[in-house]
């Protein structure tokens, strides 16, 4: 469980480790005119577009899920991760309000954001 809440961190904190290992590519290390006339650009990000990919990454889903998709991921990760499963151990069962927190906010902007 505490595993699955480092997992969802790294989603929230974005792709930087993607980004460091496109860097350490060999193949870009051969550069052309063009790469010094036209550098790359990448595609243009909003604060908005980070933070649903983030709460799709929280729910398990792939962006631009359906609205039922993201009620039943909702629900497969509330039936294994909720705090009255994990009653007996205190340090798992506060992990599991942190994530059963999280993945109610991901589940109700998503269903909010969608329903526009």
Same mark, same amino acid.
Request: hydrophobic share 30%; charged share 30%.
């Given at each position: 469980?505490?595993? !699955?809440?480092?997992?969802?961190?790294?989603? *929230?904190?974005?792709?930087?480790?993607? !980004?460091?290992?496109?860097?350490a590519? &060999?193949?870009?290390? *051969?550069?052309?005119?063009?790469? @010094?006339? +036209? &550098?790359? $650009? &990448?595609?243009?990000?909003?604060? +908005? $577009?980070?933070?649903?990919?983030?709460? @799709?990454? *929280?729910?398990?889903?792939?962006?631009?899920?359906?609205?039922?998709? %993201?009620?039943?991921?909702? !629900?497969?990760?509330?039936?294994? @991760?909720?705090?009255?499963?994990?009653?007996?151990d &205190?340090?798992?069962? +506060? %992990?599991?309000?942190?994530?059963? +927190? !999280?993945?109610?906010?991901? @589940?109700?902007?998503? *269903?909010?954001?969608? $329903?526009?």
């Amino acid at each position: 469980m505490i595993k !699955r809440l480092f997992d969802i961190a790294k989603a *929230n904190w974005g792709d930087w480790r993607e !980004r460091q290992d496109a860097s350490a590519d &060999p193949s870009r290390q *051969n550069f052309t005119e063009q790469d @010094y006339f +036209q &550098p790359e $650009s &990448p595609p243009p990000r909003n604060a +908005q $577009s980070d933070r649903l990919a983030g709460f @799709y990454a *929280n729910l398990e889903l792939q962006p631009g899920a359906t609205k039922d998709e %993201v009620k039943k991921a909702w !629900r497969r990760l509330m039936k294994q @991760y909720h705090p009255d499963l994990h009653s007996q151990d &205190p340090q798992k069962k +506060q %992990v599991a309000e942190e994530l059963t +927190q !999280r993945l109610t906010e991901a @589940y109700h902007t998503l *269903n909010k954001e969608l $329903s526009k």
